[in-house]
């Protein structure tokens, strides 16, 4: 079983990145899907996330009205756009499909792990 997350990189403050995250259908396609992200001497933390079909989403406060989480069933991958990045937002963000179909902000809650892309946001 295996994630793909890609698209992190160096982006000045106030900029926009687009993560993506791909898997096997096996586990995407009636699963939920999440994004996480850890800075350094921090524990990971909840981002975003989506359930099997994209009809309910969810997002952490800190980025609420910034950051959108979205999926494409066909090509079975899921996107994180992130807009007006700024310097708090540095971080290794992972992707993680749940073990079941339901939205959730929990870390217990997801069986596979992506592993991880690198933010970082210059200010």
């Known amino acids: 079983v295996q994630l793909q997350a890609s698209g992190g990189g160096l982006v000045q403050a106030g900029g926009s990145l687009r993560l993506s995250c791909a898997a096997s259908?096996?586990?995407?396609?009636?699963?939920?899907v999440g994004w996480f992200r850890q800075s350094p001497g921090k524990e990971r933390e909840f981002v975003a996330a989506i359930d099997w079909n994209g009809g309910n989403k969810a997002y952490a406060d800190s980025v609420k009205g910034r950051f959108t989480i979205s999926r494409d069933r066909l090509k079975v991958t899921v996107y994180l756009q992130m807009n007006s990045l700024e310097p708090e937002d540095t971080a290794v963000y992972y992707c993680?499909?749940?073990?079941?179909?339901?939205?959730?902000?929990?870390?217990?809650?997801?069986?596979?792990w992506g592993q991880g892309t690198l933010v970082t946001v210059s200010s």
């Open positions: 259908a096996r586990i995407f396609s009636n699963n939920g």
């Open positions: 993680a499909a749940a073990r079941s179909s339901r939205l959730t902000t929990t870390t217990r809650d997801y069986a596979y």
